[in-house]
């Protein structure tokens, strides 16, 4: 069973678009991280949210964690060709070292 | 700073070998290590946490003896695939995580492998 249903699960896009990015779980994490992969490489992360409620700025990148810490969103400001790659959020939870991946989003931007 | 390298980063056996794979934490010490599975177009499966000094813990339908993994130091992990097949065929990525961290994970750079 996935815990953490991405949606969309395709985004195809122009450069200079905007796009929202959602992570949803009926699970309530300790953290929550997000990850860019791109073809034949290892994810990379980005950022980590751990408060109810955080918003967390990175350049023309806007992550925010669901004020029940069951939900997490990622915004794309005048998306680039840079940003295309696989998106995926990723929950810690306190009891475990594990991370639950979600199903991941995979971004096309054309120029 | 948080490096994970992964080595090899590619190769090709014939089906019956073994093959090693080495995941190393560059510049930080890692007591928890883990080894994931990516089949194409799809998420991270983990397949098993290596803990430092301890056997590892495997998910479930990952069959152990197969997939032999080593944690000998607080640097070091290494995943043996046990005569391979073509099923075995695929992406393999290690992370690491930081003694201090909230469950943050650092992935290496990932091995392809390819069972002829």
């Known amino acids: 069973t996935q815990l953490l249903e991405q949606s969309p699960q395709f985004l195809s896009i122009q450069e200079g678009e905007n796009l929202t990015v959602y992570c949803n779980s009926s699970?309530?994490?300790?953290?929550l991280q997000w990850y860019r992969q791109e073809p034949g490489e290892g994810p990379v992360l980005l950022v980590t949210?751990?408060?109810?409620?955080e918003v967390k700025k990175l350049k023309r990148l806007t992550f925010q964690f669901g004020d029940a810490r069951k939900d997490s969103s990622l915004h794309i400001t005048a998306a680039q060709t840079g940003d295309t790659g696989l998106y995926l959020c990723a929950g810690g939870r306190y009891n475990t070292d594990k991370l639950i991946f979600g199903t991941g989003t995979r971004l096309q931007v054309f120029p | 700073g948080a490096v994970v390298s992964q080595h090899p980063s590619r190769v090709i056996c014939k089906s019956g070998t073994s093959v090693k794979i080495e995941c190393r934490s560059l510049d930080f010490q890692a007591t928890t290590m883990f080894w994931y599975r990516q089949f194409p177009k799809q998420s991270l499966m983990l397949m098993a946490t290596s803990n430092e000094g301890s056997k590892a813990t495997y998910e479930q339908g990952v069959e152990k003896d197969k997939f032999l993994i080593n944690h000998a130091s607080l640097t070091l992990s290494t995943l043996t695939v046990t005569s391979a097949h073509p099923e075995d065929s695929s992406f393999y990525i290690c992370s690491a995580r930081a003694q201090i961290s909230y469950n943050e994970q650092f992935f290496g750079p990932g091995t392809r492998l390819t069972v002829l």
């Open positions: 949210v751990v408060t109810g409620g």
């Open positions: 699970s309530v994490f300790s953290s």
